[in-house]
């Protein structure tokens, strides 16, 4: 009998579609992977936009979905029930720990502040040796370029240190995201 507890998948995207169809498609192609490999998802748990796409994505594979969403987003993100577990939290804080601590892996899609702030916290939490969990920056048709640039200066200007960026891996593209996941997580 095989006791060993699937492996989960954090992804941390945004709640509206963007402007180009190459962040949905991304959005859904992660999703896909995801439950391809027979992964759980661990997401926000919103209907919309790229959270929602992800998640049918992983949803129409069988793949098991973990949505954790605080009180006040319920309304925005349009909160998607139909899933296996579905956590309301009182507040972000309790959101980002229930995420880190279900989560083997993390990955970065496209999205705004609130995608941005996750993840940046994850990164901060990796620095500090709280976690030592893969995570990748899914930089869809350069999506995440400035913010690569703005890491770069922030070592150039030595307020990172370099070795940091080994924190994180950069994909372009969905085949390279899915074979450097399995090889973190093998």
Known sequence: MNLQRKKSICVYCAHRNGIK?????????????IARHNMRLVYG?????????????????KAEILGVIPEHLLQLEIGKQDIDSFIITENMHERKKIMLLNSDAFILLPGGFGSLEEFFELITWRQLGLHTKPC???????????????????????????NNTKFFTVV??????????IQALS
């Open 21 to 33: 169809s190459s962040y949905l498609k991304a959005a859904g192609d992660t999703g896909n992977m």
């Open 172 to 181: 372009d593209k969905i085949e390279d995201l899915e074979e450097k996941l």
């Open 45 to 61: 748990a919103g209907d919309v936009g790229l959270m929602g796409e992800v998640a049918n994505s992983a949803q129409s594979g």
């Open 136 to 162: 990748f920056i899914f930089n869809v048709e350069g999506y995440w370029d400035p913010l690569l640039k703005l890491i770069e200066n922030q070592i150039s200007e030595g307020f990172v240190l370099s």
